[in-house]
């Protein structure tokens, strides 16, 4: 399984752009990455996922480095509510599961 | 729903009990998946079902724990002989199928405390 790595914690002002990093240096070719966050006292909710291209949806973006070890979630507008633990995850061909980190634990300052 | 349904949310149980714990997956999810989160830790993979088998059961931490799945709908998670360190939220999340890029969606958990 791939390994992923994330900083435990993470702190941010509301309305400011977030800027989420991981390390998954030993991630295989055909590995998507994905992220989930949960928010207290819910199961994970999925956010974003990518391959090699930088991926755009509503609730965020995902940036890919080029030799793919490493990717960053980027919230453009934190809002109170973005408060949560993001794990960045991944997924590899033929391994039909998720492996979860400890994640990263936001905190969004109003 | 149409979500991911888990019952009970929560459990409190004495040591040496057995414990059951089930998952209502979203109507025509193949894949079913348990995990297990103890108190500010992440998440632990412990079983995956496609349809009703389990091609991956590398998690289960000992043989108090089985699961099974019936219909390839509800799936159900056993401990046996509870212990405190089984105390946890456990995760069911479910899936289309083996397509790689997959969302899981999650259930909001069942809360396991042994005293």
């Known amino acids: 399984d791939a390994k992923t790595t994330q900083p435990n914690s993470m702190e941010s002002n509301e309305e400011e752009p977030v800027h989420l990093p991981c390390n998954h240096s030993t991630i295989s070719g055909t590995d998507y990455i994905h992220w989930y966050r949960q928010l207290p006292s819910q199961g994970p909710e999925y956010v974003i996922h990518?391959?090699?291209s930088n991926v755009n949806n509503r609730m965020a973006s995902l940036a890919i480095a080029e030799d793919r070890k490493s990717s960053t979630l980027i919230l453009h507008r934190a809002t109170l509510r973005d408060a949560a633990v993001y794990y960045c995850?991944?997924?590899?061909?033929?391994?039909?599961?998720?492996?979860f980190g400890q994640g990263t634990r936001l905190t969004i300052n109003p | 729903g149409a979500g991911v349904s888990q019952s009970p949310s929560n459990k409190v149980t004495e040591k040496g009990k057995d414990v059951e714990l089930r998952c209502d997956p979203i109507s025509g999810h193949t894949a079913l998946y348990w995990y297990r989160q103890r108190l500010g830790q992440g998440l632990e993979f412990l079983i995956y079902?496609?349809?009703?088998?389990?091609?991956?059961k590398s998690g289960l931490p000992s043989d108090r724990f089985s699961a099974e799945r019936t219909g390839g709908s509800v799936s159900t998670l056993t401990i046996q002989r509870t212990q405190q360190e089984d105390s946890a939220v456990y995760l069911c999340?479910?899936?289309?199928?083996?397509?790689?890029?997959?969302?899981?969606?999650f259930g909001e958990g069942s809360r396991l405390t042994v005293l």
């Open positions: 995850t991944s997924r590899g061909e033929g391994a039909q599961k998720l492996v």
């Open positions: 999340a479910s899936s289309r199928g083996r397509s790689l890029t997959g969302e899981l969606f």
């Open positions: 079902f496609q349809g009703n088998s389990a091609p991956d």
């Open positions: 990518g391959l090699t």
